[in-house]
């Protein structure tokens, strides 16, 4: 079975440029989420997605970030413009609608972001 | 809030020598445990998980006992390999909320 897509794998820019990236859920999967890894601040939830639908983006960290979620199989981490504090390993996962808390979530292999 | 604190790495074992990484949490309700293990230029994969109070999960020769008495999770391995050598990640969901709470992950070395 396929496993959460992400791409691309490594991004490498300049400031003030803007980078999306992507990911592909596990199909029939109903929750999507995006995090940030760092040295400094470990594992951070930026957004969550239920049936495409942004339900909590508290962890967004500044109006340069934004998420869409266009269909079931499809979202998006923008950052516009980007900066060099923005480097770090960006994952993605994905849950089922199982009854209660107990559903893992499944992760991406993530995209390593660089901003120069 | 809900949080987890986890042993502070990193950590260093040589080849069959015994693992226990410690997990405590502090959450409302009855939360469901999870440990992850993220190897490098990897992300996190799910190692195993326990749902209620004295579940015991496990994989792959790891174990974890939910101890809600203690509110602990600790990770614990009779004999480690070099290819356990990852970050470990304790975890928590509880509520209705589906977002995880994280530890900040523990770094194991395994020397042969």
């Known amino acids: 079975d396929a496993g959460v897509i992400q791409s691309p794998r490594h991004e490498v820019t300049e400031m003030g440029q803007e980078v999306t990236l992507r990911c592909k859920p596990i199909?029939?999967?109903?929750?999507l989420f995006w995090y940030r890894q760092t040295m400094m601040r470990g594992l951070e939830l930026l957004i969550y997605f239920n049936n495409n639908v942004p339900i909590d983006d508290s962890g967004m960290p500044e109006d340069r970030f934004s998420a869409k979620m266009p269909n079931a199989s499809f979202s998006t981490l923008k950052i516009q413009p980007s900066e060099p504090r923005d480097s770090a390993v960006y994952f993605c996962a994905s849950s089922s609608a199982g009854p209660g808390h107990n559903q893992p979530q499944h992760f991406g292999d993530g995209t390593r972001l660089s901003i120069l | 809030g809900d949080s987890v604190t986890q042993m502070e790495g990193p950590v260093t074992l040589s080849e069959e020598a015994f693992l226990t990484i410690n997990c405590t949490y502090t959450?409302?309700?009855?939360?469901?445990l999870f440990w992850y293990v993220q190897y490098p230029g990897e992300g996190l994969q799910l190692l195993l998980k326990a749902t209620k109070a004295d579940d015991k999960g496990s994989n792959k020769g790891f174990e974890a006992t939910y101890r809600k008495e203690t509110t602990s999770f600790h990770l614990e391995k009779g004999s480690v390999q070099v290819s356990d050598s990852a970050v470990y990640f304790c975890?928590?969901?509880?509520?209705?909320?589906?977002?995880?709470?994280f530890g900040s992950g523990t770094q194991l070395t395994v020397l042969p």
């Open positions: 975890a928590l969901s509880s509520g209705s909320a589906r977002q995880l709470t």
């Open positions: 959450a409302t309700g009855y939360p469901s």
């Open positions: 199909s029939g999967h109903d929750y």
